[in-house]
């Protein structure tokens, strides 16, 4: 015992420094090409992380709105984004959408070298005006996740950030550019506390809610926003993606028990396809990221993801 935790003294600060090493040099090599420390450890990382298929890492990028007047951390300008799609293109990425990446899990589907999954949260008519005329010119595709609720047939001027229509929702479906997913139908708000209102029990009428009041409030919502996207599109709703990136383990298993057979955060990196397709990491995309930028970001997580895999498998295997 007095051995095995002297190995855990000496093995764990050592792979602590291989993350902060690996997430770091990616940085330092812009502004010192020659740096000594670059030179040392980067070929390291290269090295542990080169024997890994690059297919079995997954980004998945998080968009929200786009528009020409930018004023805000999750708002693109249509230029930007065509840039940072075009990017992908020439860089050799492929789009896939949520149903390709359980296909290739369950054995069915073969997945491009170099997938990247597009997500945009919420459902703004600037998806509609921006967002899919460039996808559908560059013919990749995105998966928009609606707060269901909020889209109705004729839109409302009033609001700031006006929603799609159905008219829009479908006229992009049946392009088979854009795929539609649940986020949530009408609970993309936050209780009393930071956490969403599908993570855990709320204050209502005057008290906590109980566990029971809990689940079948939140079952209602999963299974009201899956009924109406398959009822409007005749699509087949199969992933799900927490408001606010706001989970927990009991959400997470109200999410499954409605049928979904994905889900999405906003915790930032990219996914190792062994490591299941639920609580799937996200890379945010805004309108500092310049095509060359994004596209050193992506590299970045997924090496990160090598070799957080490389280092447990060598663990397993008793190094």
Not at 16 to 42: C, G, K, M, T
Not at 87 to 94: F, R
Not at 187 to 212: D, F, S, Y
Request: hydrophobic share 40%.
């Amino acid at each position: 015992m007095i051995k095995m935790r002297g190995v855990c003294l000496i093995i764990v600060p050592f792979f602590l420094f291989l993350f902060w090493r690996i997430e770091h040099v990616p940085v330092y090599a812009e502004q010192i090409n020659d740096h000594s420390l670059h030179r040392l450890f980067r070929p390291l990382a290269y090295e542990t992380i080169s024997g890994l298929d690059n297919s079995a890492f997954v980004p998945v990028l998080m968009y929200h709105h786009f528009s020409k007047n930018v004023k805000a951390s999750t708002v693109v300008h249509p230029y930007r984004f065509y840039e940072q799609m075009k990017a992908l293109k020439e860089n050799g990425y492929e789009t896939i959408t949520e149903r390709d990446l359980i296909g290739f899990m369950k054995g069915k589907k073969r997945l491009p070298k170099k997938p990247v999954l597009i997500t945009i949260d919420d459902g703004y008519y600037s998806n509609y005006q921006y967002a899919f005329p460039i996808l559908a010119s560059l013919k990749m595709k995105a998966t928009i996740y609606l707060v269901v609720g909020d889209i109705l047939d004729k839109r409302k001027n009033d609001h700031p950030l006006p929603r799609l229509t159905w008219a829009e929702v479908k006229a992009m479906y049946r392009s088979g550019f854009i795929d539609f997913q649940s986020h949530t139908f009408a609970m993309h708000r936050k209780g009393v506390t930071k956490k969403g209102l599908i993570a855990a029990p709320i204050w209502m009428n005057g008290k906590m809610e109980t566990k029971e009041q809990y689940e079948r409030r939140v079952l209602n919502d999963l299974l009201r926003s899956k009924a109406v996207i398959e009822q409007k599109l005749g699509n087949k709703v199969i992933s799900f993606c927490y408001p606010f990136g706001s989970f927990s383990k009991h959400s997470e298993q109200l999410v499954k028990k409605a049928g979904f057979q994905l889900s999405l955060t906003t915790k930032p990196g990219a996914n190792a396809i062994g490591d299941g397709p639920f609580l799937l990491k996200r890379i945010n995309v805004d309108n500092t990221d310049t095509g060359d930028k994004l596209i050193r970001k992506i590299e970045k997580y997924k090496r990160l993801e090598r070799m957080r895999h490389s280092i447990f498998y060598s663990f397993r295997k008793g190094v």
